[in-house]
């Protein structure tokens, strides 16, 4: 997916899935979808994670940016940036993260300066994962003061291949490319371009996370598909009288099921995305976990078991670390007071 | 009175840990590794082309004139070619240039500078060029590696193959291979099913031993595989020709497997202390919401369930020594007390191992965490620690492996 030989292969693979009307289920059709209601867009994810189907390249917009379009966006915007995406051709990338805006985002310094028709970008966004190969990115700039954190920020789109616009990938821990810093450099961006009221962003922003910690960027899917593929393992090389493995392995099992019918359950309760969050991000690192165990000492090595246990254990941290989520669920959900502290 | 380190073993480990910081291999610390063009290049052991190139070891009846000085086989510098910085008096001083081996070398460039501090020869015999030094040294040496992560076969190549070579009673043998592996000249690749299935750079080790139950072999590196840690390389290993066999090996081999596993342990503790002393760093210095994040019970009481898990593993690693006996002074002829005899060594070791394996897993899991993204890239080098972590925890014995040791050697002290 890093080089620019996999991006094309998988540009192709969203290309056959739209030409087989399965790219985006759950969209109007007048962008591409097929109107599916959420619970067929839930059968859809399990069906393509239980055939082994590829990482989507397109998912943070198919999966993030597309929601909040269609919520936040004009008539014009969805239907001039929604069909490119849906077809493959436009994959976009998260521009939210800074070097010193991390959990702390309200912090971000990259700022939206006017201009005639549109806006001037400048600054360094970083982490942002698959910028190596997109065509473009989302995400929040200063467009005021700073002297009000969450006011004056502005939610923007932005062409990575604009003059002004650097991209450095940077290698994770398999030595992958998955993310990229990007430098801007009096970016311009049209007006077109903004997505809800200019300094309205953190508002709309805040509505593209709760989709990256929901169900929307982590359907069931693609858990219950590695449960399956764990039980599997250990069938085939567990050792029986291992008694503790196998119920890490079982309970690994229990979590995906768990998440599962908690996806199922969400179709008509809600459920806090902080929650949802911490719950996927632990299952993935104890689906992994518990298959470096069952293969003992021949788990070393490299495998796609290693490699999924390296990125399994970024989870916690990305999509707003456990640490932000734990403080979400605690204090706006179970109603605990903030400590305000006093060191 | 509970084991620790005698003062000089403790003398030795500071020693190691400077010489290390100054002409060790790697920056140091951790934390100031972040962005820097020079960091450790964590594919350190082999390129393609020369895993393509690679001839395979000839085993048996390979003499002494098979490795050259400075030479790996691969193109390692040798210790000729590992221009000394800062470690003598004169030498550069630590913060530039400090590195005396390239960023990108592999465990044979390591190796040179870990001869010239002396850790190679620990294990081996005086009489062959060793320094037969105490099991408590070579835990502290171990801890020093695993402090700095250092990569390589260390537990085969430092303690576990030199005790094989040296109690297996094939003189000639011992003559030949024992001093080059003190000397650092040669690297030690070892399997023994079923704590090492594969040997880590067996297929660019001087030499590859297989260890059976009674018997040692040469051992013949087949096919390469890479490792979750990118700085190693596992090789298939077959059996050639026997270097020993009999009862009388029995003794000996669990000695050395015993061994290779408590300094596992060592590197495992080492490796925790590390990654936990660069997140403390990092917590103090990065800042979120207005000030350092280590400022968040969050962050603090993650931090320290490590430190309680690694001091509490400490004591289990030094009774484990301790119970190892002495040094390998006094076993050159294969003696042991092994576990046949009623010792506690392999009770011992395995809880050490337990416990060290968990303790590193956990403060590579809150390192990580409280590194946020920069901990996982390449360039910061946090991956390092945690990958060895990892792969060590499930070597020499997986924990479930140790675990039901534990629980037979318990019954059979009732
Ligand atoms: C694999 C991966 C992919 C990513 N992809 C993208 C992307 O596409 N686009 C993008 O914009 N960003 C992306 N990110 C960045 C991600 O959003 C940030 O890593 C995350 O917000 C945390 O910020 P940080 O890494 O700076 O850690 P920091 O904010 O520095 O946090 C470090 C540690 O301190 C803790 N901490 C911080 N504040 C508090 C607090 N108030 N209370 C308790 N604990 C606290 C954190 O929980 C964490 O454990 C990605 C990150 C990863 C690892």
Redesign the interface.
């Known amino acids: 997916m890093d080089t620019s030989a996999g991006a094309a292969a998988h540009r192709a693979w969203e290309r056959s899935l739209f030409d087989a009307g399965l790219a985006v289920v759950s969209w109007p059709s007048a962008f591409g979808g097929r109107d599916a209601p959420p619970l067929h867009e839930l059968i859809f994810d399990e069906a393509y994670h239980g055939c082994g189907a590829p990482i989507r390249i397109g998912q943070n917009g198919l999966f993030l940016l597309a929601p909040t379009l269609l919520a936040h966006g004009t008539a014009e915007q969805c239907a001039r940036i929604l069909p490119p995406m849906a077809r493959g051709e436009t994959v976009w990338a998260q521009a939210w993260?800074e070097p010193?805006a991390?959990?702390?985002l309200a912090?971000l310094r990259s700022t939206a300066r006017r201009t005639d028709g549109g806006w001037l970008l400048s600054g360094q966004k970083?982490?942002s994962s698959r910028a190596a190969v997109a065509d473009r990115a989302f995400g929040l700039f200063r467009s005021g003061p700073p002297d009000e954190r969450h006011r004056n920020l502005t939610y923007l789109m932005v062409d990575l291949r604009a003059p002004g616009v650097t991209v450095r990938p940077?290698?994770?821990?398999d030595?992958r490319t998955g993310?990229a810093e990007i430098f801007l450099d009096d970016v311009f961006v049209p007006d077109a371009d903004v997505i809800g009221r200019p300094g309205d962003g953190w508002r709309v922003a805040m509505s593209t996370a709760g989709h990256e910690r929901g169900f929307t960027l982590r359907g069931p899917g693609r858990f219950t598909a590695a449960a399956s593929r764990l039980v599997d393992l250990w069938l085939g090389h567990g050792?029986p009288?291992?008694g503790?493995?196998r119920d890490r392995v079982v309970d690994a099992w229990i979590a995906a099921r768990a998440y599962r019918l908690a996806a199922h359950a969400s179709l008509t309760t809600t459920m806090p995305p902080s929650a949802i969050k911490i719950f996927w991000s632990e299952t993935d690192i104890a689906l992994h976990e518990a298959a470096?165990?069952t293969l003992?000492?021949?788990?070393?090595?490299?495998t796609a078991w290693?490699d999924g246990?390296?990125f399994a254990?970024?989870g916690?941290?990305?999509a707003g670390?456990?640490?932000i989520q734990?403080?979400i669920l605690a204090q706006r959900v179970l109603g605990l007071p903030r400590d305000r502290?006093t060191? | 009175m509970t084991p620790a380190p005698s003062p000089e073993e403790r003398a030795f480990g500071e020693s190691l840990h400077g010489a290390l910081v100054a002409a060790g291999p790697f920056p140091w610390p951790l934390s100031d590794i972040a962005g820097r063009a020079d960091s450790p290049a964590h594919d350190s052991v082999l390129t393609a082309s020369d895993r393509a190139s690679r001839v395979p070891p000839t085993p048996g009846g390979s003499g002494p004139g098979r490795s050259r000085p400075g030479d790996f086989g691969l193109g390692y510098p040798g210790p000729g070619d590992a221009r000394p910085g800062g470690s003598g008096p004169g030498g550069s001083a630590p913060g530039e240039g400090v590195c005396s081996v390239k960023a990108d070398a592999g465990p044979g460039a390591v190796w040179a500078v870990l001869a010239r501090l002396g850790v190679t020869g620990l294990a081996v015999p005086e009489r062959f060029g060793g320094a037969g030094a105490s099991v408590g040294a070579l835990v502290v040496a171990a801890e020093e590696l695993g402090h700095h992560a250092a990569p390589g076969p260390v537990a085969e190549s430092l303690a576990a193959v030199p005790v094989l070579l040296a109690g297996c009673g094939n003189d000639e043998v011992a003559a030949t291979w024992l001093p080059e592996l003190a000397a650092g000249r040669v690297l030690a690749g070892l399997t023994a099913p079923p704590w090492l299935p594969r040997a880590v750079h067996g297929g660019t080790a001087g030499i590859v031993v297989v260890a059976g139950t009674d018997v040692v072999r040469w051992g013949r590196a087949g096919s390469a595989y890479t490792s979750m840690d990118s700085s190693r390389l596992l090789a298939e290993v077959s059996p050639a020709g026997v270097v020993a066999e009999g009862p009388a090996l029995v003794p000996v081999i669990a000695r050395a497997l015993d061994l290779g596993a408590l300094v596992c342990a060592a590197q495992l503790l080492g490796l925790g202390r590390g990654m936990l002393e660069a997140s403390v760093e990092h917590a103090r210095n990065r800042s979120q919401f207005g000030g350092p994040i280590g400022r968040f019970q969050a962050v603090q009481h993650r931090l320290a369930d490590v430190s309680v898990a690694l001091q509490f593993a400490r004591p289990l690693l030094w009774a484990a020594a301790a119970a190892m006996g002495p040094s390998e002074r006094d076993r050159s002829a294969g003696l042991s007390p092994g576990t046949a005899d009623g010792g506690t060594v392999a009770r011992d070791v395995s809880a050490a191992k337990v416990a060290c394996g968990e303790a590193a897993r956990l403060a590579a899991r809150v390192a990580l965490q409280t590194h946020g993204a920069i901990g996982c890239t390449r360039e910061h080098g946090l991956g390092r620690w945690l990958t060895a972590a990892r792969v060590l925890a499930l070597s020499w014995g997986t924990p479930a492996q140790h675990r039901a040791r534990i629980m037979t050697e318990l019954a059979r002290e009732r």
């Not at chain 1, 940077?170 to 821990?173: N, T, V």
């Not at chain 1, 003992?296 to 490299?302: I, K, L």
């Open positions: 993260s010193e991390g959990s702390d912090a970083t982490w940077i290698a994770q821990l030595g993310f050792d009288a291992d503790a493995t470096l165990d003992g000492a021949n788990a070393e090595t490299q290693t246990y390296l254990l970024a916690p941290i990305y670390t456990n640490e734990r403080d502290g060191r």
